[in-house]
T-cell receptor, first 116, second 114 residues
Framework: AQSVTQPDIHITVSEGASLELRCNYS??????LFWYVQSPGQGLQLLLK??????LVQGIKGFEAEFKRSQSSFNLRKPSVHWSDAAEYFC??????????????FGKGTHLIIQP | NAGVTQTPKFQVLKTGQSMTLQCAQD?????MSWYRQDPGMGLRLIHY???????DQGEVPNGYNVSRSTTEDFPLRLLSAAPSQTSVYFC?????????????FGPGTRLTVL
């Protein structure tokens, strides 16, 4: 079974500074990888996804993520954060098992705080 | 499209009471699921459905029942509420069971059991 680790529970970044949120996964084959964002009091929204091909993927709201197979990582980055980026961020790994399981596993989330 | 809708947004129950959390989607998605979100625990899958008439258990199914009589609706039933079921509940849907499909989430139901 796959698993996801987000090592940082909380991260504080100054507005305008760069951001990197870490995600490590465990899966026996090439996974499908996702980043979701949850604004306060809202549901989750997909930021970006990786299936295959170019290891650097672009998403919405100026976010990007890089898949590194050798490090089993899929870190999320943004060059300059805005106060509106304050939210909870979830990394997820998907595996289409075809055998009846859901196949989508979420990390426990990273809470991003933006300092003025 | 309304996407994934959930009702109610907030609910307070007493221990032992029953209730149904409603979920509907208008995207003709085959796959629907229920998660609960607790502090420090991330999202945990309760039940899921790969199509009308088909449901299966997720990671934390105890105390919850589901049914899927139509493609659009996937209600979650708490038969006898317990304080441990205090949580935020999210319904989600995607085109089919393939996890390469984008998963859409509802706005959530915040449930408190006293």
């Amino acid at each position: 079974a796959q698993s996801v680790t987000q090592p940082d529970i909380h991260i504080t970044v100054s507005e305008g500074a760069s951001l990197e949120l870490r995600c490590n996964y465990s899966y026996g084959a090439t996974p499908y990888l996702f980043w979701y964002v949850q604004s306060p009091g809202q549901g989750l929204q997909l930021l970006l996804k990786y299936f295959s091909g170019d290891t650097l993927v672009q998403g919405i709201k100026g976010f990007e993520a890089e898949f590194k197979r050798s490090q089993s990582s899929f870190n999320l980055r943004k060059p300059s954060v805005h106060w509106s980026d304050a939210a909870e961020y979830f990394c997820a790994v998907g595996a289409y098992s075809g055998g009846g399981a859901d196949g989508l596993t979420f990390g426990k989330g990273t809470h991003l705080i933006i300092q003025p | 499209n309304a996407g994934v809708t959930q009702t109610p947004k907030f609910q307070v129950l007493k221990t032992g009471q029953s209730m149904t959390l409603q979920c509907a989607q208008d995207m003709n998605h085959e796959y629907m699921s229920w998660y609960r979100q607790d502090p420090g625990m991330g999202l945990r899958l309760i039940h899921y459905s790969v199509g009308a008439g088909i449901t299966d258990q997720g990671e934390v199914p105890n105390g919850y029942n589901v049914s899927r009589s139509t493609t659009e609706d996937f209600p979650l039933r708490l038969l006898s509420a317990a304080p441990s079921q205090t949580s935020v509940y999210f319904c989600a849907s995607r085109l089919d069971r393939g996890t390469y499909n984008e998963q859409f989430f509802g706005p959530g139901t915040r449930l408190t059991v006293l």
